[in-house]
């Protein structure tokens, strides 16, 4: 256990679980103090790896008042400290959340959703998702999720299960190409092996992938002039989909990015 972190005026929350889904992927659950913040925002994540280093991250769920915290942090390529969370994080290590932040949410007068994610984007989705299925009646949805190979869809075993239990929501997975990269992910292995055994009809097959970048597939189901349209991913793939949204039409006012 790592020591904990100390960031004035900051929450803590302790992780009580670890679990990889990818090679560079990591599911981080912790619980701690409660901090007011709306599903879609980012927290401020100081980690005792990089106590002076805050890196933004969304919550995949939205706040419990247990204090409740799930996080899905992929190692970035040079990013010292998404690695050292992926490799590094034990149970029992102490991390100070702080500064909620972002306009990625759904109003209460829309009826109509876009959400278009890519890779851990997906990650303030589900928060938004498991807020709204609150709601006594939820507005239809349509959730864009891609990746670059199906092996990117790191969450469409949970995500074909909130279909299935939501009537209202509408998934469209999308990958740039058709099968996994020839490297093996042990990760993945392992998490396909769990799969099958306990949900073997939780996938999305390839007759069922849509082909392309997620923010294309998008746009080249818009415009949307009447719906709200979120957009989280990587900076590139947020600035790419924008553009290609507002280049087909959808109003910019529309259109809200995490």
């Keep these: 256990?790592?020591?904990?972190?100390?960031?004035?005026?900051?929450?803590?929350?302790?992780?009580?679980?670890?679990?990889?889904?990818?090679?560079?992927?990591?599911?981080?659950?912790?619980?701690?103090?409660?901090?007011?913040?709306?599903?879609?925002?980012?927290?401020?994540?100081?980690?005792?790896?990089?106590?002076?280093?805050?890196?933004?991250?969304?919550?995949?769920?939205?706040?419990?008042?247990?204090?409740?915290?799930?996080?899905?942090?992929?190692?970035?390529?040079?990013?010292?400290?998404?690695?050292?969370?992926?490799?590094?994080?034990?149970?029992?290590?102490?991390?100070?959340?702080?500064?909620?932040?972002?306009?990625?949410?759904?109003d209460p007068s829309d009826d109509d959703v876009v959400m278009i994610s890519g890779g851990t984007g997906l990650a303030p989705m589900l928060a938004i998702l498991r807020d709204l299925a609150r709601r006594r009646t939820p507005p239809r949805v349509r959730l864009f999720m891609g990746g670059r190979s199906p092996r990117d869809l790191y969450a469409a075993d949970m995500v074909w299960l909130m279909a299935r239990e939501y009537p209202w929501l509408t998934v469209l997975p999308v990958t740039e190409r058709p099968e996994n990269p020839p490297h093996r992910d042990p990760w993945f292995d392992a998490a396909e092996e769990n799969r099958l055994l306990a949900m073997p009809d939780a996938t999305y097959g390839p007759d069922r992938l849509l082909p392309g970048r997620v923010g294309e597939a998008a746009a080249r189901r818009g415009p949307y002039p009447n719906q709200r349209v979120l957009v989280c991913g990587s900076p590139a793939m947020a600035s790419f989909t924008v553009r290609a949204l507002e280049t087909t039409g959808t109003p910019p006012e529309n259109i809200r990015r995490g």
Aim: net charge neutral; glycine share 10%.
């Design 1 to 106: 256990m790592a020591s904990p972190v100390d960031v004035p005026g900051a929450a803590t929350a302790q992780v009580v679980q670890t679990y990889r889904l990818r090679e560079d992927l990591m599911v981080v659950r912790l619980v701690g103090d409660l901090i007011p913040f709306e599903p879609g925002q980012s927290l401020a994540v100081t980690v005792p790896a990089a106590p002076r280093g805050a890196r933004r991250y969304s919550p995949a769920m939205p706040p419990s008042r247990d204090g409740k915290y799930e996080f899905h942090v992929r190692a970035v390529p040079g990013g010292w400290v998404s690695g050292s969370i992926v490799t590094d994080t034990r149970e029992g290590d102490v991390w100070a959340l702080d500064a909620p932040a972002g306009d990625l949410r759904v």
